[in-house]
């Protein structure tokens, strides 16, 4: 079965750090594109960060600019989302995806796949 188990979400106050962490099962992540997405109560998912698979290219939206940071670790078929300097409009579930292909207009949802349950990140005092 093709999916990611999510790790690394919970409860935050502002100013804090969360590492999430998605492993790849049944594909190897190496193949793909990776973007990591968000989707708080009542809004559209959206693309936060993107690795691109040819040349490691990272790509984020304006919102998390110098606060997030995506990797990957091939080796352990995981991706990874550093977040730092929270803030509570950063709360919502997070997912993460894979793509075999690139396209400028990455953070859009369409030819994703693999997304998994998510995980929520939540940022409050």
């Known amino acids: 079965q093709f999916q990611f188990v999510y790790s690394g979400g919970g409860l935050v106050q502002p100013g804090g750090s969360l590492r999430l962490s998605c492993v790849a099962s049944?594909?190897?992540?190496?193949?793909?594109?990776i973007g990591w997405f968000r989707q708080a109560p009542g809004a559209e998912r959206v693309g936060v960060a993107c690795k691109r698979r040819s040349d490691g290219s990272t790509y984020y939206t304006d919102a998390v600019k110098g606060r997030f940071t995506i990797s990957r670790d091939n080796a352990k078929n995981t991706a990874y989302l550093q977040m730092n300097s929270l803030k509570p409009e950063d709360t919502a579930v997070y997912y993460c995806?894979?793509?075999?292909?690139?396209?400028?207009?990455?953070?859009?949802?369409?030819?994703?796949?693999?997304w998994g349950q998510g995980t929520q990140v939540s940022v409050s005092s």
């Open positions: 049944g594909f190897n992540l190496a193949d793909y594109t």
């Open positions: 995806a894979a793509r075999p292909d690139w396209v400028s207009d990455w953070s859009k949802v369409v030819g994703y796949y693999y």
